[in-house]
Each structure stands twice: as C-alpha cells, then as structure tokens.
C-alpha cells in the first residue's frame, strides 16, 4: 500500500519560513519523480516544486530563491524548505509521487497558513 504522509505544515508570519516533510512508503522510492504542489483556496492546484529521481529540480516562478526541494533516500523522504513566506503562500501542499510508467500517487496535505 502507497502512502505519503506529509508534516510541518502550520501558521508562520510573513517573512518566516516552514520546512515540509513527506514520508514515501510502498514505493521503490529512487524510482520515483517527486515533487510538491499546493491548492490555495478558491484556486486551481499548481505545481511548486519537483525532483527528478536524478536529482534535478524544476521550480515555479513564484517559489525561485525562496523554496528548496529535497529527498533523503536513506529514509524515503522529500522536504521543502519555504523561506520569505508570504500570504499568498497560504494553501494546502501536497506531496506527489510518479513512476516512470505513469502511475501517480498523491498524499493528503498539510496545510500551511502564512499570516500578513
């Protein structure tokens, strides 16, 4: 059974910084695209950040220079390090994982609340 636990989520001031946690079981997970994408309220989901199993990374505009992708294969675990966060940085992240057959799964989220 796949899961992807995601944590760290939670309420921070405007110009504080989070750092996000996702827990990958049931996957092989050197196998696997990772990635983060979040849903504001109202808004359509978007992508935020994404490693490859390759290690490279593709960031949206947005998140360049503020946020950091990373995945520790030792423990099957991706993390996103969100720096000068802002209100519009409020949403629900998600943590997403893809073979390179397709196959996609997608945790539950963890809701991160930036105050002005």
Known sequence: QVQLVESGGGLVQAGGSLRLSCA?????????????????????????????????????????????ISRDGAKDTIHLQMNSLKPEDTAVYYCWAMAVNGMNYWGKGTLVTVAP
């Open 24 to 68: 990958a079981s049931g996957i092989t997970f050197s196998l696997y695209i990772m990635a983060w994408y979040r849903q504001a309220p109202g808004k359509q989901r978007e992508m935020v950040a994404r490693m490859s199993n390759g290690g490279t990374t593709n960031y949206a505009d947005s998140m360049k220079g503020r946020f950091t």
